[in-house]
């Protein structure tokens, strides 16, 4: 089972939960992450550039949280020095969307589109604390019509425990998921992984 950051805890069957964040935990351990910082970094505010959109941020809050702006920022690399970074792959509401989460601690609810994509730069920046708060909330989302696209997020991203929540909620839905035609449409999308579903069956029954 998956207990990094004492985020995660287990449940039965194998199952996999993600504990809701506290904000003012959150918070407090935000404020004495920044206290670290250099004070260049407290000081200074960053250009986030998408396309032509701009979000401005200050450095602090984006190293508090993420080991990649902080590496970013304290090795001086080239956007450190003209205070702009360009961000690729991902889309704008998406970034304002992570940065009013390292300012609050709270990610508002959206569609499985949205949070699989919030998902993927919690993960791109090594934001821990944003990709929990993904996994809790797709978690309440997963339905036997998209829980195959979730778990080849999960083996993409390598994130184990959402893995095997997405595994054992088609262990415990596999009748319906096999009426419904999903499936073959899985045997013909992905074999590999879905030979790993019946692997995970067996050893589960």
Request: proline letters at 2%.
């Amino acid at each position: 089972m998956c207990f990094p950051g004492g985020h995660r805890q287990s449940r039965t069957r194998g199952t996999v939960l993600y504990t809701p964040l506290n904000q003012l935990k959150y918070l407090k351990a935000m404020a004495a992450s920044i206290k670290k910082l250099p004070d260049a970094l407290v000081e200074e505010k960053v250009d986030l550039c998408i396309g032509n959109e701009i979000e401005t941020v200050n450095k602090a809050i984006l190293c508090a949280k993420s080991s990649v702006f902080l590496k970013m920022f304290q090795n001086e690399m080239q956007e450190s020095k003209q205070n702009t970074v360009t961000i690729e792959d991902v889309r704008m509401p998406v970034l304002k969307s992570l940065i009013s989460f390292l300012c609050t601690g709270k990610l508002p609810d959206n569609d499985v589109e949205f949070l699989c994509e919030v998902y993927y730069t919690a993960d791109k920046y090594d934001i821990s604390e944003l990709h929990d708060a993904c996994c809790n909330l797709l978690m309440q989302k997963v339905t036997v019509k998209n829980v195959f696209e979730l778990l080849k997020m999960s083996i993409s991203h390598q994130d184990e425990c959402f893995k095997i929540f997405m595994m054992t909620f088609i262990c415990q839905n596999f009748e319906t998921i096999l009426e419904i035609g999903e499936w073959e449409k899985w045997m013909r999308d992905d074999s590999k992984i879905a030979f790993e579903v019946l692997s995970f069956i067996d050893i589960n029954e």
